[in-house]
């Protein structure tokens, strides 16, 4: 909303005259979201407590009649034994390694993202702040 402020008050009016407006409406965007926040805070944790507790719910077909076998048996979590007693995946000391090695994949891929971006950021021109708050984060979540 301060972007769009600025872009069309600045029509006819040098930068200072309306800078005292852009941070009203600045300060004034920045607080209701923060009451958004704190509202979606209170209905999570104190509303509708039992919502949050449920965890998703699993769509169900209203006029699907199960088969014979899904009657008979249920079904088989993926890492279960036969019992249905949930099972590790993988063992502790391998966790530790596969956490280990790809916490240092991504520090080298981070090294490399900034290392490119850093002189293709430097030659257009753009600043620091810009490149840390809006150009690094876009780009590192363009693989999500």
């Not at 965007?29 to 009451?35: D, E, G, K, Q, T």
């Not at 790809?102 to 030659?123: M, N, Q, R, Y």
């Amino acid at each position: 909303i301060p972007t769009a402020y600025a872009a069309t008050a600045r029509a006819g009016c040098p930068v200072p005259c309306h800078v005292h407006a852009l941070n009203e409406v600045s300060r004034g965007s920045a607080l209701v979201l923060f009451l958004v926040y704190l509202a979606l805070l209170a209905f999570q944790l104190h509303t509708h407590k039992d919502l949050a507790a449920q965890g998703p719910s699993s769509p169900s077909l209203p006029f699907r009649q199960p088969s014979a076998t899904e009657t008979a048996s249920p079904p088989r979590e993926p890492f279960s034994d036969l019992e249905g007693e949930p099972r590790a995946a993988m063992t502790l000391p391998a966790g530790i390694f596969v956490l280990a090695v790809v916490t240092a994949a991504i520090a080298v891929l981070s090294e490399v993202l900034v290392g490119t971006l850093e002189p293709a950021a430097h030659a257009l021109g753009l600043t620091p702040m810009f490149i840390g708050v809006a150009l690094l984060p876009l780009v590192g979540n363009a693989a999500e």
